[in-house]
C-alpha cells in the first residue's frame, strides 16, 4: 500500500480554512485518498475520500493534484471543535485493512 | 454518536484478571474491527471480522481473543494482559458490498484500559 506524509503538527485560526496537506507519491491507480480525524480521546472520525476528482461535503474539501502525488483537504472555516489529529489514508476500495500513520496535529486558535 | 458503542469506557484490571471488551454497531454493517491505540504510537489494526468470520489477524499476542457472535457485535476476551497492554481499544464497523468495496468505518468511543 502507499505511504503518506504530513507535517507533524499546524496551527490554524478560528474562523479561517485550514489546509492540510498530505504526500502519497506512490499512490497507485486503484487506490483512493481518506481522511480521518481524532479528537482527543475520541475513536476516529471518517471525513471524507477521492480518486482524483475533487471532493466536497459539509465537512471539508478534498484537493487532490492531477498526478495524484499529493492531497489536501481543506476545512473551510475552522472552529475550537476542529482541534484534532488528521489522518491521511490512501489504499484501495475494499480496503479493510486502513493503515493509520501518526497524522497531522491541527490547532485551532481562538 | 456514530452508531457503534463500547462498553466498558474505562477499565482496570490486575495482571490475572479475565475481563472481556464488548462492542455493538447498530448500522447494519457486516464488517468489525479491533484496533489498539497506544500513548503517542498510531492506531494499529489488531482484527478483521467480515460476515462473521475471522479475515485478519495481526500477529496478536494470545492473550486477546476476539468473538464476532453475529454481525452486530462483536467482544475482545482478556486474559493475563501485561501492564504495556494499557492502551485504548477500538471498535469499528463498515459495510462491505458483494461487489467489493468500503467507504469508511465508523469508530465507537473506545474502551480505556488500564492493566496493573
Known amino acids: 500500500d502507499a505511504k503518506t506524509t504530513q507535517p507533524p503538527s499546524m496551527d490554524c485560526a478560528e474562523g479561517r480554512a485550514a489546509n492540510l496537506p498530505c504526500n502519497h507519491s506512490?499512490?497507485?491507480?486503484?487506490?483512493?485518498v481518506y481522511w480521518y480525524r481524532q479528537i482527543h480521546s475520541q475513536g476516529p472520525q471518517y471525513i471524507i475520500h477521492?480518486?482524483?476528482n475533487n471532493e466536497t461535503n459539509e465537512m471539508a474539501s478534498l484537493i487532490i493534484t492531477e498526478d495524484r502525488k499529493s492531497s489536501t483537504l481543506i476545512l473551510p472555516h475552522a472552529t475550537l471543535r476542529d482541534t484534532a489529529v488528521y489522518y491521511c489514508?490512501?489504499?484501495?476500495?475494499?480496503?479493510?485493512?486502513?493503515?493509520f500513520g501518526i497524522g497531522t496535529k491541527l490547532q485551532v486558535i481562538p | 454518536e456514530t452508531g457503534v458503542t463500547q462498553t466498558p469506557r474505562h477499565l482496570v484490571m490486575g495482571m490475572t484478571n479475565k475481563k472481556s471488551l464488548k462492542c455493538e454497531q447498530h448500522?447494519?454493517?457486516?464488517?468489525m474491527y479491533w484496533y489498539k491505540q497506544s500513548a503517542k504510537k498510531p492506531l494499529e489494526l489488531m482484527f478483521v471480522?467480515?460476515?462473521?468470520?475471522?479475515?485478519e489477524n495481526n500477529s496478536v499476542p494470545s492473550r486477546f481473543s476476539p468473538e464476532c457472535p453475529n454481525s452486530s457485535h462483536l467482544f475482545l476476551h482478556l486474559h493475563t494482559l501485561q501492564p504495556e497492554d494499557s492502551a485504548l481499544y477500538l471498535c469499528?464497523?463498515?459495510?462491505?458490498?458483494?461487489?467489493?468495496?468500503?467507504?469508511?468505518?465508523?469508530f465507537g468511543p473506545g474502551t480505556r484500559l488500564t492493566v496493573l
Open positions: 489514508i490512501v489504499g484501495p476500495r475494499g480496503y479493510q485493512k486502513v493503515t
Open positions: 448500522l447494519g454493517h457486516n464488517a
Open positions: 477521492g480518486l482524483k
Open positions: 471480522y467480515s460476515l462473521e468470520e475471522r479475515v
Open positions: 506512490t499512490i497507485s491507480g486503484n487506490e483512493y
Open positions: 469499528a464497523s463498515s459495510q462491505e458490498s458483494v461487489r467489493g468495496g468500503i467507504d469508511e468505518q465508523f
